[in-house]
């Protein structure tokens, strides 16, 4: 695919070189995506980056899915961070929400002196981290994948899940930045080595060198927009050959729905739910990921008016 019909941000592509036992995948980030979804919430800049690395890595892991579901990238704990996820959907749709301790969080920015928290002081002794896919057919249970959070950064603890849970060789990196206009960009590329078998033959000496060219990837250029993304992977993998895949359009889209809402609410016991009716006998309930609001009569959800 020619450089010129590949979109700059909001697109997620797979890529293979020739001549190297991998398969990658990259994504793009920008105005159509990731600047509404940490724009609706008034996230501190450090968590905001965060939460756009876990919406990446739902994508990057998302993407390779051969069936219809989706993927959540999902951090919680007893920090001051509760929780965060990012999430991915095979017809591209994605989202994201994180969930925090303003006190605690502040108190936290003083003694780190500004500079970005890691993991296990976010999310405290219990934080674990988790890759969870759901296949869009209810016959089929989730399936899911948890490690600590015990690295610095959200790339290396999912390093930290393939290798663990997947046993996977990976290669990874995540870049989340806000712009000058007042928007966000990000990129993320992950590497994967491809097993040894008759036919390649052992891929453990093309692994290593893939990842030295993988490790010559610097942050800014995975949202540089005066770097096309072909030219990046031609940077890094030229000698060895490399083609892209057609790139998926990645859309800002929830699918929060009147419907889902309400059975969710009929799932709870009939006294917790009567604590949350208005005087005028409604439950008026927000979105927590895209913040649309919801006002439901409370016989809709129980089906009398008693």
């Given at each position: 695919?020619?450089?010129?019909?590949i979109?700059?941000d909001?697109?997620v592509?797979?890529?293979a070189s020739?001549?190297?036992p991998v398969?990658?995948?990259?994504?793009?980030?920008?105005?159509?995506?990731?600047?509404?979804?940490?724009?609706?919430?008034?996230?501190?800049?450090?968590?905001?980056?965060?939460?756009?690395?876990?919406?990446?890595?739902?994508?990057?892991?998302g993407?390779?899915?051969?069936?219809?579901?989706?993927?959540l990238?999902?951090?919680?704990?007893?920090?001051?961070?509760?929780?965060?996820v990012g999430?991915?959907?095979?017809d591209?749709?994605?989202?994201?929400?994180?969930?925090?301790?303003?006190?605690?969080?502040?108190?936290?920015?003083?003694?780190?002196?500004?500079?970005?928290?890691?993991?296990?002081?976010?999310?405290?002794?219990?934080?674990?981290?988790?890759?969870?896919i759901?296949h869009?057919?209810?016959?089929?249970p989730?399936?899911?994948?948890?490690?600590?959070?015990?690295?610095a950064?959200?790339?290396?603890?999912?390093?930290d899940?393939f290798?663990?849970?997947e046993?996977?060789d990976?290669?990874?990196?995540?870049t989340?930045r806000r712009?000058?206009?007042?928007?966000?960009?990000?990129?993320?590329?992950?590497?994967?080595?491809?097993?040894?078998?008759?036919?390649?033959?052992d891929?453990r000496?093309?692994?290593?060198?893939?990842?030295?060219?993988?490790?010559?990837l610097?942050?800014?250029?995975?949202?540089?927009?005066?770097?096309?993304?072909?030219?990046?992977l031609f940077?890094?993998?030229h000698?060895?050959?490399?083609?892209?895949?057609?790139?998926?359009?990645?859309?800002?889209?929830?699918?929060?729905?009147?419907?889902?809402?309400?059975?969710?609410?009929?799932?709870m016991a009939?006294?917790?739910?009567?604590?949350?009716?208005?005087?005028d006998?409604?439950?008026?309930?927000?979105?927590?990921f895209?913040?649309?609001?919801?006002?439901?009569?409370?016989?809709d959800?129980?089906g009398?008016?008693?």
């Amino acid at each position: 695919m020619a450089a010129s019909n590949i979109p700059l941000d909001d697109f997620v592509a797979g890529f293979a070189s020739p001549g190297l036992p991998v398969a990658g995948r990259v994504v793009r980030l920008g105005p159509g995506t990731l600047t509404p979804i940490l724009n609706r919430h008034a996230y501190p800049d450090h968590l905001a980056e965060l939460l756009g690395e876990a919406l990446l890595l739902s994508i990057l892991v998302g993407a390779g899915m051969k069936f219809e579901g989706r993927v959540l990238a999902q951090a919680e704990g007893d920090g001051p961070v509760s929780i965060l996820v990012g999430e991915y959907r095979k017809d591209g749709g994605v989202r994201a929400y994180a969930r925090h301790e303003p006190e605690r969080w502040e108190w936290l920015n003083k003694i780190n002196k500004g500079e970005r928290p890691h993991m296990p002081q976010l999310f405290g002794a219990t934080g674990r981290f988790g890759l969870i896919i759901i296949h869009d057919r209810p016959s089929t249970p989730p399936y899911q994948g948890i490690v600590p959070l015990e690295k610095a950064g959200l790339a290396a603890c999912a390093r930290d899940y393939f290798a663990r849970s997947e046993q996977i060789d990976t290669s990874l990196h995540l870049t989340v930045r806000r712009t000058d206009r007042g928007g966000w960009v990000g990129g993320g590329m992950m590497v994967q080595r491809v097993a040894s078998d008759d036919t390649r033959g052992d891929t453990r000496e093309g692994w290593l060198e893939a990842q030295a060219l993988f490790n010559t990837l610097q942050a800014e250029e995975l949202v540089d927009e005066s770097l096309p993304t072909a030219s990046l992977l031609f940077r890094l993998f030229h000698e060895s050959g490399v083609s892209m895949e057609p790139p998926q359009p990645l859309l800002d889209i929830c699918t929060c729905s009147r419907e889902r809402l309400i059975g969710t609410l009929q799932g709870m016991a009939d006294d917790s739910l009567r604590e949350l009716v208005e005087p005028d006998g409604t439950l008026g309930l927000d979105c927590q990921f895209c913040s649309r609001h919801f006002t439901i009569p409370i016989e809709d959800v129980t089906g009398s008016t008693s």
